[in-house]
């Protein structure tokens, strides 16, 4: 309590004292697992501490949120190779202050044209094996939404975003205890010329060891000479399609030329008086808002924070709200989610007259299975106007296909093993030419008109569950940002399981036991980054404060 009085008394001096006045000296402020950073000047939370210093020096040269963005985004690829970057897509909600607009920057491409779902069915020899691989690839977003940010927003030149990126690559970095086991997992599957530099004498790297990445600095750099169009008409489209046709894979070079970064309009409820934004479809985003629309007919605070009767609520409506994605997500040029009637208020009351209080129900599917993707990763960063970019990105499995073309240094994604392939047809399948729809759920919360906090997570089929769990954490019991990161989690698991993080108290998890729910006790859920911003009478930033999960290695920072 005294720490939240402390913060809650500065932010109140600094209005105070900022009142009509556009900029003042805010002491910078490194936080902990339980207190925000806190700067003046802007704010940048990733999940390695060498992509938030690199976004960080953006800012300090000129650039803006939009700018840094891409500097962390393709440093994140040299430093989380397993996680995200240029063979991968993702979820990008951007803040523009000049026009007062959150916009939704989708980068998870098509499906190709030639693919053929039925390989994926359990019918299909192999099927396991090509959900996994070269099959799987689909059409990498990333670099041409990373181009269109800067070219519709930045202030910076394109080339100068990648020279952290290209020098750390070039140079190579320590890798943490916990790259190196993820390496050491996937290293049989690696093709030699990428188990050459994962490796050292035939075994894969050890923590402490340098990763030097040489091709893929030579990549970096001719995105930065040459823009996205190398990734897709060039050098490295022509590598990738040629490794595709190689390996069996469906993507073409005919893909790559065709893919094009989208921007829809995002969606947005109202939650206790604050608007919550997140992507639309594409994006299979929208059951996040329905667990926060059902939510709000309860009185959380009331019923007390991680609660037994409070989880046992979330859990159940988490339920419907998982049913939903799989009943309802589609494409919205071709099978629009029904958004109209999902996020009304009257659904919602309709939905929790039906939720059993006293005891948890089983999950019953309609007729469709989810797959499960779990390695991704968040960033948020704002700049000293206010700019915001709040981005999820991802490769799907660790290494994505294990598909690397010789000579670039570049994993390409597995992405269409997370389409729903029974039955066949339904509207996750992996449709040709259709959009990917992705789980991705960037988050932006706008209070007073102005967007307070940029908040999101990996954790693949939890994502819809930690973003509005940390939501409320916010809004109802008052948290700063980083408490609301840290505090303990639980998610619903298709078919019939509780996740349950260890720090959930025993008499809880006893409680929710004794009503029914099925408890799995795991570690950790998520590596969530957020921010929040404080602003003057004037409507002007005056206080930035940020969050990173201590479940993950990253860091929240300012200058």
Not at 169 to 187: D, P
Not at 199 to 207: F, I, M, S, T, V
Request: with cysteine; aromatic share 8%.
């Amino acid at each position: 309590m005294l720490r939240k009085l402390t913060i809650g008394c500065v932010v109140v001096f600094l209005m105070w004292f900022c009142s009509g006045k556009n900029t003042t000296e805010v002491e910078v402020i490194e936080g902990t697992d339980s207190t925000p950073a806190v700067s003046g000047s802007g704010m940048v939370s990733s999940a390695h501490p060498l992509a938030t210093e690199a976004g960080l020096q953006t800012l300090k040269a000129g650039g803006n949120a939009f700018d840094a963005a891409v500097t962390i985004a393709s440093i994140l690829n040299v430093v989380e190779p397993m996680m995200s970057g240029i063979g991968g897509y993702g979820t990008i909600l951007v803040y523009d202050t000049k026009i007062n607009t959150i916009r939704f920057l989708d980068s998870s491409g098509k499906i190709p044209m030639d693919v053929d779902s039925d390989v994926f069915r359990a019918a299909a020899p192999n099927y396991e094996e090509n959900r996994r691989g070269p099959k799987a690839v689909s059409t990498p977003g990333n670099v041409n939404a990373w181009r269109a940010m800067s070219a519709e927003y930045g202030n910076l030149e394109w080339p100068q975003l990648f020279e952290p990126a290209i020098k750390v690559a070039s140079e190579g970095f320590s890798i943490s205890e916990g790259l190196s086991r993820t390496i050491e997992r996937a290293f049989d599957s690696f093709p030699d010329h990428a188990k050459a530099f994962y490796g050292k004498d035939g075994e894969p790297l050890k923590a402490g060891d340098l990763l030097i990445q040489k091709d893929l600095a030579k990549t970096l750099r001719l995105i930065a000479e040459q823009g996205g169009k190398v990734v897709y008409s060039g050098e490295i489209g022509k590598a990738i399609a040629a490794e595709m046709k190689k390996s069996g894979g469906f993507l073409s070079i005919d893909d790559l030329i065709a893919d094009k970064p989208e921007w829809w309009e995002p969606i947005h409820i109202n939650y206790r008086g604050y608007e919550v934004y997140t992507a639309s479809p594409p994006s299979t985003a929208f059951p996040s808002l329905i667990r926060l629309g059902l939510m709000s007919r309860f009185d959380g605070p009331e019923l007390g924070h991680n609660s037994t009767a409070y989880l046992h609520r979330f859990t159940e409506v988490t339920k419907h709200a998982f049913w939903c994605r799989l009943a309802y997500a589609g494409d919205p040029e071709i099978n629009p989610p029904p958004l109209e009637k999902l996020l009304s208020e009257a659904y919602w009351d309709k939905a929790v007259s039906e939720v059993d209080l006293e005891k948890a129900t089983s999950f019953v599917q309609p007729d469709v299975t989810i797959q499960k993707n779990s390695h991704t990763t968040h960033f948020v960063v704002a700049d000293q106007w206010g700019n915001i970019v709040c981005a999820t990105q991802t490769l799907g499995n660790a290494f994505g296909s294990r598909i690397m073309p010789e000579g670039t240094g570049v994993w390409l994604n597995n992405s269409l093993a997370y389409c729903t392939f029974e039955p066949k047809g339904n509207p996750m399948d992996a449709h040709a030419g259709h959009r990917k729809l992705s789980g991705d759920c960037p988050t932006i919360i706008v209070k007073d008109g102005k967007p307070w906090v940029a908040i999101g997570t990996p954790g693949g089929h939890t994502i819809g569950q930690t973003v509005p769990q940390m939501v409320m954490n916010i809004i109802d019991f008052g948290m700063n940002v980083q408490e609301a990161i840290a505090a303990p989690r639980v998610s619903f698991s298709d078919p019939d399981s509780l996740l349950v993080e260890w720090d959930v108290p025993e008499e809880v998890q006893k409680g929710l036991a004794a009503m029914g729910h099925n408890l799995r006790e795991v570690g950790g859920l998520g590596n969530a980054h957020g921010l929040m911003i404080v602003y003057n009478a004037d409507g002007k930033p005056i206080l930035f404060e940020g969050g990173a999960d201590p479940r993950g290695r990253g860091k929240a920072a300012g200058y």
